[in-house]
């Protein structure tokens, strides 16, 4: 039952003194989790109380299935980027096509997590090396905190197709215009977090921001919005821009609509010859990306009735299995992107009349004379239609607003294979990079704390922590670093701390959801900057270079590749990774060949890395690396190459301790080289040949034909046979190898030291 359920493990341990610690631990976790979830759910795009019900049941989940009992499971920054870059080019960020996406990820995230864990591959997150791990992970942090740095000066702008434009878009607003206590505010809870985390990271520096800079936005007023109808606004081009915007709206939830109703008729087509599509052009199944404007698929209200008609459901079907549709959903999400920010760079100044009317002028062509108000208005443009008897303007900072009281319900999540097939691969790098975020931690903690940690039982507490979410309105999730210390430094003893915890959040969720109205948009932004400044790195990537200059390349690339490409994210993983594993098998096909010499203190050495003199007739040449089909080419070359600088060679001894492998082709090319070699009068000797090699040759015939009497244990006992045959009547007195035996042999007969049998393994 253990092995099932790890939870039984400390379950059966527990005690009150446990219970204590753990429930403070909880309550101390939560204060930070309740406004983390709610930032990272809109950092995904999502409404931000999706954050809260993602901490509702994950956390309690992850806990009893995992494996390690201090990790704290929920919302995190870097899992919430990918997953707003993998939907967004799908539907518009908050729309309820969006939130079913968000869900069904969750769900994928989940299978491929669990099912990497029950089939035990958890050692399938090595393909995140190292140095692809810290590359990215300081690229992600700094592309996090750069998305919000809109918010943080309450400048929204058009979204560009990298984040470094939209970086140059929100900085180029910023100069014209600024809403200072937007600023104040968010600039006033980053300075105050960063220094109470210095001070005592014990304190809930995120609530403490939190609540301070929500009584400051209530007391003063900070989010002032008024409803106005478009009569009041002296602009006449406003509402054509209005209606356009909520056209778009209606045609992309007109098609995310079509998708599912098309999901039969597409399984059905699957089996038959497509046809072109006449009605658009002839003789082609492929049409621009007007193709739905053409079937007159604009309207919600009309896509039951025109797909009521047989021809035209086929002919749908066989474009959205063509990507054609695809492609016009994102031409629609570029015109409706385009709308909401030319409808947010409006700029209105309130004039009173003296009848006592009021009428909004562009801020710029106010008319003089009248009285105006010295605030600057803008229309709020979000994802949803605009009424233009009810236009929302507002003067002040953008505030959290409305947040839903009650627990999340629950509800499979929409299965949609074509969706699916589509996330599939975003699914899998999230799982890939969160599981690394929460075994990383979790690792610490264990090595720290003295306990076991099981990555592939880790692996299934996440999967399982991320379906179970899915089911109950939340998206994907996983260990979180800063949470996780929290929990660790408030002396958490299981996994109990994260059931109180979310407990807590439920609680939140019952009865405390309207006092988070208020609560500055800025500030939100300030708490994941916060959060991602502690995943910069410098002085890992120092490190690495240290290391291994190869590998800081890696690094550096994946760094590089990870902000160009934001913010899909998961480009600059991959880069990283098929970087890490070209390197990796040039490494394997290019292994290490050296001649050796001996060295003052005895061993044998690289001669030509440390200037050391060789023998003339004697080479000891040492293999590092395995011996199979890629770098056979390579190693028959180089030793060749070394044969033939050395004139005088009469005698090869290669030191294989460094061969762990070696396969058909690596045993033929072996027999090869050794009868090409005593064909040119060369002897050829091995030493240090594993037992799994040893039976490999017994199995060929080339142990016979290397012969057991030219197999030693070691190269030094090697060295002590072949050298005298070799220099039998040739003069060498300065040979290198026969003074440094002599030495030993005479330092090894003294009374007390050890015989020869005792150190002939020692090389």
Known sequence: MRRFFPALAWISEYNLETLRLDFMAGLTVALVLIPQSMAYAQLAGLPSYYGLYASFLPPIVASLFGSSRQLATGPVAIVSMMTAAALEPMAISGSHGYIEYAILLALLVGIIQCGLGLLRLGVIVNLLSHPVLVGFTNAAAIVIASSQLGKFLGVPVEKAPHQFETVYRVIQEAMDYVYWPTIALGAGAL???????????????????????????????????????????????????????????????????????????????????????????????????????????????????????????QILALHLMAGVIDEFIVDAKRKLLKLQARLMDYEFVEVRRKDGTVRYYSRYRAPSGEKTDWHVWRIRAGNRPISLKALVLSCGGSVLGNVPRGLPTFSAPRWDIETA??????????????????????????????????????????????????????????????????????????????????????????????????????????????????????????HIFRVSISDGII?????????????????????????????????????????????????????????????????????????????????????????????????????????????????????????????????????????????????????????????????????????????????????????????????????????????????
């Open 421 to 542: 097939r589509k996330l599939l691969v975003p699914a899998f790098v999230i799982s890939l990079v969160g599981f690394m975020e929460a075994i990383s931690i979790a690792k610490v903690m264990a090595a720290k704390s003295g306990q076991r940690l099981d990555a592939n039982r880790e692996l299934v507490g996440q999967g399982l922590a991320n379906i179970t979410g899915s089911f109950f309105h939340g998206y994907a999730v996983s260990g979180s670093f800063s949470r996780s210390a929290v929990n660790f430094q408030a002396r958490a003893r299981t996994g109990m701390s994260n059931v109180f915890a979310s407990l807590f959040v439920v609680v939140v969720m019952l009865f405390f959801t309207p006092l988070l109205y208020y609560l500055p948009e800025s500030v939100l932004a300030a708490v994941i900057m916060v959060a991602v400044l502690g995943l910069i790195n410098v002085k890992g990537v120092r």
């Open 191 to 313: 300075a105050g977090m960063l220094f109470l985390k210095r001070k005592n990271p014990r304190l809930p520096y995120v609530l403490i921001a939190v609540i301070i800079t929500t009584c400051i936005s209530y007391v003063c007023g900070y989010g002032r919005d008024k409803v106005v109808s478009a009569d009041q606004i002296e602009c006449s081009e406003l509402p054509a821009i209005v209606n356009e915007f909520n056209r778009q709206l209606s045609i992309i939830e007109a098609v995310n609509r079509t998708r599912v109703l098309l999901k039969p008729e597409i399984q059905r087509l699957r089996g038959t010859k497509s046809e072109p599509c006449s009605r658009c052009h002839p003789g082609r199944l492929l049409t621009p990306s007007s193709l739905l404007e053409r079937h007159k698929v604009e309207e919600s209200a009309e896509v039951r009735s025109i797909l009521s008609r047989t021809d035209t459901r």
């Open 555 to 763: 690094c550096i690339v994946t760094f590089v590749t990870t902000l160009a490409f934001a913010p899909y994210l998961d480009r600059g993983v991959m880069i990283g990774v098929v970087l890490s594993l070209g390197i990796f098998f040039y490494r394997l096909m290019r292994p290490s060949i050296a001649v050796l010499s001996l060295w003052k203190d005895g061993s044998f050495r690289n001669a030509r890395r440390l200037g050391l003199a060789t023998c003339r007739h004697l080479a000891i040449i040492r293999f590092d690396g395995p011996f199979f089909f890629a770098n056979i080419g390579y190693l028959e070359d180089e030793v060749l190459k070394m044969v033939r600088e050395m004139p005088e060679l009469k005698a090869i001894i290669f030191k294989c301790n460094g061969i762990n492998i070696i396969d058909a082709s690596g045993e033929e090319a072996l027999e090869l080289l050794v009868d090409r070699l005593r064909a040119a009068g060369y002897q050829v000797y091995f030493s240090g040949l594993k037992e799994q090699i040893l039976e490999v040759l017994e199995r060929s015939s080339l142990y016979s034909r290397i012969r057991p009497e030219n197999i030693f244990p070691s190269v030094f006992r090697a060295v002590e046979t072949v050298w005298p045959r070799i220099h039998k009547n040739v003069p060498e007195e300065k040979c290198p190898l026969r003074f440094v035996v002599q030495k030993r042999v005479v330092d090894m007969e003294k009374p007390g030291n050890r015989g020869p049998a005792q150190w002939n393994g020692l090389m």
